[in-house]
């Protein structure tokens, strides 16, 4: 009863005010549009993409929700196209990971493609890559397998325009530098495997001496000229380290005979991160103005631990003689592979707010661990079989084919690098 009086006054179907409300909603229309036009909403595409700071231990699924796509969970599936790329017509290849030229005879290896699970990863599109990196500097920070990531990159880059190779220090080609002139794009190798201060085991020490908060200057002094720097880090942890924190021995993995206490790899591998994402974040921040850095914003990508597929001894026949892909469900991240995986997640989800810095994870851990047929093998060699088999066959069950999975590291990182520029879909290149 007491509400009928205010809904009986709230009633203007009979008014003028009521035959007029229809047609002032229909004027709005237009008026809404226009504004929309002139004022269009605001989206913070970072936030959207970023990551989430927990990482389940048993892989990637349903991690990334909040991305318009997770290349982390899907099944590698046929495809007869092959690769952009060969062994003789790319020139940048390290000669143990082309297999092709060093005669593996199955080229299997070469047919898949990675299908994510909710969407399509597109090939990659040299063009597109050229276009983002216009005038800029793209880095490669870590150890051997961030090389073997940059020289799949060059590869695919070559397909569209040759890279000059324009430094080089060293016979190991443990730095190096790529100018491509087309678009200004530089290219660049740091060899950096533990990213932070380290001295290398000599003979006689037999461990590396490796400093957890000292930041490696050999790639860091170069941070004020550097746009785009990728780490990729993990195998070196595994060897024998003595680990120093603030000048004193925090302990060491795999040490026997030497008084430190033995504290694995995980801590270490944490701090290294940290230190080196932190040194980026903070180089950035103070290396100009606000205003300037807001408008060059650095960043940053880490490509997470690539498995090994050794199963057996590295030096005998058959090590990764694996012809095929696992199938989805042969294989699940855990163990030492999930724990490494999910610390960069971890640690890149914590500095990703850090002003003058953009983070985003390349998460290769679960679809690289389907791939045990990718690897050289005893083809690191050529023609390792040419005089029979030895009793001894070096295997390489660690590094990857080129071409090969590698390749498709790469084509999650293209986009990634995408979504840092909302037009970019629409371009002509």
């Not at 090389?147 to 060059?154: A, D, G, V």
């Not at 002139?181 to 001496?209: C, D, M, Y």
């Not at 995986?341 to 989800?349: L, P, Y």
Request: with cysteine; glycine share 8%; aromatic share 10%.
């Amino acid at each position: 009863m007491g509400l009928t009086a205010p809904l009986k006054e709230l009633s203007t179907a009979n008014s003028l005010p009521g035959k007029l409300l229809p047609w002032a909603l229909f004027a709005l229309i237009p008026i809404t549009l226009l504004h929309l036009y002139i004022y269009p909403i605001s989206v913070n595409v970072e936030s959207s993409v970023r990551l989430k700071s927990r990482a389940s231990q048993n892989g990637p699924k349903g991690e990334f929700d909040a991305m318009p796509c997770n290349y982390a969970v899907g099944q590698w599936v046929p495809d007869v196209s092959g690769p952009l790329y060969s062994g003789t017509s790319c020139s940048t290849i390290k000669d143990g990971q082309n297999c092709m030229a060093h005669g593996r005879p199955d080229t299997g290896y070469l047919n898949w493609r990675w299908q994510p699970e909710k969407c399509d990863l597109p090939r990659f599109d040299p063009f597109a890559f050229l276009g983002l990196l216009r005038n800029k500097h793209l880095a490669f920070v870590g150890d051997s397998l961030a090389r073997n990531q940059l020289e799949s990159l060059m590869c695919l880059v070559a397909t569209a325009s040759d890279p000059t190779l324009v430094y080089r220090d060293g016979e190991e080609n443990k730095f190096r530098r790529w100018h491509v002139l087309s678009h200004n794009v530089t290219v660049s190798l740091f060899w950096s495997p533990f990213l932070v201060k380290r001295i290398e085991k000599s003979a006689s020490s037999g461990q590396n001496r490796v400093y957890v908060d000292a930041i490696d200057e050999r790639w860091a002094s170069e941070i004020p000229r550097i746009d785009v720097v990728v780490f990729s880090i993990g195998h070196w942890f595994l060897t024998p380290g003595i680990y120093f924190e603030k000048g004193s021995v925090l302990g060491c993995h795999y040490c026997p005979g030497q008084n430190h206490t033995e504290i694995g790899f995980y801590d270490v591998y944490r701090k290294a991160i940290k230190t080196a994402l932190k040194g980026v974040a903070e180089r950035s921040s103070s290396s100009s103005a606000a205003a300037e850095e807001e408008e060059r914003s650095r960043r940053v990508i880490v490509t997470t631990f690539s498995p090994s597929h050794f199963e057996g001894e590295w030096d005998k026949l058959g090590a990764c003689g694996r012809k095929e892909p696992y199938g989805a469900g042969e294989k699940a991240v855990e163990g030492m592979e999930a724990e490494m995986r999910k610390i960069v997640v971890e640690e890149a989800s914590a500095i990703a707010a850090s002003r003058g810095v953009r983070v985003e994870v390349v998460d290769v851990t679960g679809l690289s661990l389907l791939r045990p047929d990718g690897h050289p093998g005893p083809y690191m060699y050529k023609d390792p079989f040419a005089n029979g088999v030895g009793e001894r066959v070096q295997n390489d069950c660690v590094h990857w084919c080129l071409p090969g999975p590698v390749d498709t590291w790469n084509e999650i990182m293209l986009e990634l690098m995408k979504r840092w520029d909302p037009e970019e879909k629409r371009r002509r290149w």
